[in-house]
């Protein structure tokens, strides 16, 4: 009697300890489906924070494929490389490179002895871009820019926060013709950085210079001025260089359609935050002429 009490409490207790393990660990299975979702990242999931660290060594290289492997190392000097250039011939990022024209070919220094000036004989020792034609300079072969693409493509998955990495990749895909591919990039893009008026901006010129498609530029480069200006002001002063692009545009649309006023506006916050007002004010004094030779212009000041 008392064996079969005991199996069968024994039976109940194997029973709680199966129900309690299973809800844990649905709840543990559920918070790790939670963080798929919100990463759809497995390296994230991997690797966790140390992710960025190797996404960022993806981007380097593939900047690094962007110059044919002519590239400073840690012992260079890198002042001229602080900004990708690939990214800073996409038009998408500030520069911060210092003193480039000087720099780009002697960041190695001079030989340190005999047996360094010896073996810079074999490996690359010029500044070129593969979208310029590389080490020959042969621009048939500038399609080799897509080379930059795996390592672009990796970085994002790795992180996929970072802007930079979606709107430089969106970028040299439309310079290869490969527009539906920008396309799918840049909405990934904004799936996992909603508020993003980096990747807008990208995606505006996608539609405009790809597509073709002034509305949908207008719109998306709207919504980009939008996130843009409701920013902290300090925030806004880190960046000003993508918003003098996003009100230009928006500036040129409303001039190309007949609607000066609006344009006089776009004109007045592109200047507002550009390094170089001069040439905003050249375009300014473009539309007030136009205004003045309608008869019923009137003056518009900004009141954005």
């Not at 720099?103 to 690359?124: C, S, V």
């Not at 920013?231 to 000066?260: C, M, V, Y």
């Amino acid at each position: 009697m008392n064996s079969a009490k005991t199996f069968w409490l024994l039976l109940v207790a194997l029973f709680v300890v199966c129900f309690s393990l299973a809800a844990n660990l649905a709840t543990q299975f559920q918070a790790l489906e939670n963080r798929r979702h919100q990463s759809n990242n497995f390296f994230n999931l991997l690797l966790g924070d140390s992710s960025r660290i190797f996404a960022n060594s993806s981007y380097v290289e593939a900047d690094d494929y962007y110059h044919s492997g002519y590239y400073p190392t840690i012992f260079d000097n890198n002042e001229a490389f602080k900004t990708p250039h690939m990214a800073e011939d996409s038009g998408t990022v500030a520069g911060q490179n210092k003193n480039e024209e000087a720099l780009e070919n002697t960041f190695m220094g001079p030989p340190r002895n005999w047996i360094d000036a010896f073996g810079r004989h074999f490996i690359p020792n010029r500044h070129t871009h593969l979208d310029e034609g590389g080490p020959t300079g042969d621009l048939s072969t500038s399609h080799k820019v897509e080379e930059i693409l795996p390592w672009l493509k990796l970085s994002a998955e790795l992180d996929p926060d970072n802007v930079q990495t979606y709107t430089v990749t969106a970028y040299w895909l439309r310079r290869l013709h490969k527009d539906e591919e920008a396309n799918q990039v840049l909405f990934e893009g904004l799936r996992n950085n909603p508020d993003s008026y980096e990747i807008l901006y990208e995606l505006g010129r996608l539609y405009d210079e790809s597509y073709h498609d002034t509305n949908r530029a207008q719109n998306v480069w709207e919504a980009a001025g939008r996130k843009f200006l409701a920013l902290p002001q300090d925030d806004q002063e880190d960046n000003k260089l993508i918003f003098e692009r996003i009100a230009t545009h928006l500036a040129e649309l409303e001039e190309n359609s007949g609607n000066l006023p609006e344009a006089l506006k776009w004109f007045r916050d592109a200047q507002m935050a550009s390094e170089t007002p001069g040439d905003i004010q050249l375009r300014i004094e473009e539309v007030q002429k136009k205004m003045a030779a309608q008869p019923s212009a009137a003056p518009v000041n900004s009141v954005r």
